[in-house]
Nanobody, 125 residues
Framework: QVQLVESGGGLVQAGGSLRLSCAAS????????MGWFRQAPGEEREFVAA????????YYADSVKGRFTISRDNAKNTVYLQMNSLKPEDTAVYYC??????????????????WGQGTQVTVSS
């Protein structure tokens, strides 16, 4: 049974930082492209960042480029999202996603195989 478990969310002031983690189990982690998405209340889910299976390629939404960094540790079956210079508009539930095809993750495809349950990030002004 595949599980993606996010952690690291919380309440932070604008300008602060958080690091999200997503621990994967039940799959061969190094065979999967991984990504982060977010969904704010009343909004559609949006792509945040993705990383290829090897970690050699990363992709970011324009809204987070230069502030967020995605990384992975295949030995620990974990993907991270370092979020710096947080803004109130970054407030959302953040979801981890996994798919064998990285471009599916980048595209935010409805065919993405696995999703986590989400972790809340709240940025106060």
């Amino acid at each position: 049974q595949v599980q993606l478990v996010e952690s690291g969310g919380g309440l932070v002031q604008a300008g602060g930082s958080l690091r999200l983690s997503c621990a994967a189990s039940g799959l061969t982690f190094s065979n999967y492209g991984m990504g982060w998405f977010r969904q704010a209340p009343g909004e559609e889910r949006e792509f945040v960042a993705a990383i290829s299976w090897s970690g050699g390629r990363t992709y970011y939404a324009d809204s987070v480029k230069g502030r967020f960094t995605i990384s992975r540790d295949n030995a620990k079956n974990t993907v991270y999202l370092q979020m710096n210079s947080l803004k109130p508009e970054d407030t959302a539930v953040y979801y981890c996603a996994a798919d064998p095809i990285t471009r599916q993750v980048v595209a935010g495809s409805n065919e993405i195989k696995y999703w986590g349950q989400g972790t809340q990030v709240t940025v106060s002004s």
